[in-house]
């Protein structure tokens, strides 16, 4: 059973968000929050395995609630659920620490996929997302040359790609069949090559080159 925690200032929003995740049989609303202070607070009391995030609230927003739960060193994902478009918010969203992006409008049919999908290890980004997030490389070009997939060597660019993905370094290195000590050296190189620090790093930089399509797109 997925243990969540629904954020958002609405509290109409919140019973439905509760009534249509405790429906599926798969998931506990452990908790409700209405701000994003409040959200922080009770993610790190609760220690839930997901927190359902809105983005526009009084106070501290979405974005803010979002860094410092990532900031708290728990084992709990931010999937981001809101009506605002992903143009302006997506990159914003990541840089925070989210792990996931869905828009309301297709909580109904998305949000469960959306969840299980995150709290699995991976990414869930709208389709639109490697465009989005490539854009915006396009426009950083000019402040100097990013590393490239090429810069690795074939082990590397695979393990890069299943971390991506969400697969541990001992799931890795099942499906390259190695040890995982060896998967995290070739992670730990490739990290230094392409200056990346962590996973959500990892993440963006697959998104970007195309080593790594939305979880939305498959």
């Not at 009770?42 to 395995?49: G, H, N, V």
């Amino acid at each position: 059973m997925v243990r969540a925690l629904v954020v958002d200032d609405h509290s109409v929003v919140r019973a439905g968000l509760r009534s249509l995740l405790e429906a599926s049989g798969r998931v506990e609303v452990v908790g409700e929050a209405s701000s994003g202070e409040e959200g922080v607070a009770k993610a790190r009391s609760l220690k839930p395995d997901i927190v359902v995030m809105d983005l526009a609230m009084p106070g501290m927003d979405g974005v803010e609630a979002t860094r410092r739960i990532a900031a708290l060193g728990i084992d709990t994902k931010v999937l981001v659920l809101t009506i605002h478009n992903e143009d302006e918010y997506l990159v914003p969203a990541l840089d925070a620490g989210a792990d996931g992006f869905l828009n309301k409008s297709a909580a109904d049919t998305d949000l469960m996929g959306a969840i299980e999908a995150v709290v699995r290890g991976h990414s869930y980004l709208p389709r639109r997302a490697t465009a989005l997030i490539a854009r915006q490389k396009a426009r950083r070009h000019g402040a100097g040359r990013e590393p490239e997939p090429e810069a690795l060597s074939d082990r590397e660019r695979t393990a890069i790609e299943l971390t991506a993905r969400g697969f541990s370094a001992a799931e890795a290195g099942r499906e390259m069949h190695l040890s995982h000590k060896t998967v995290e050296g070739y992670i730990a190189r490739a990290k230094s090559k392409l200056g990346l620090a962590n996973r959500r790093d990892i993440v963006r930089f697959a998104l970007e080159t195309g080593l790594l399509r939305p979880k939305a797109e498959e």
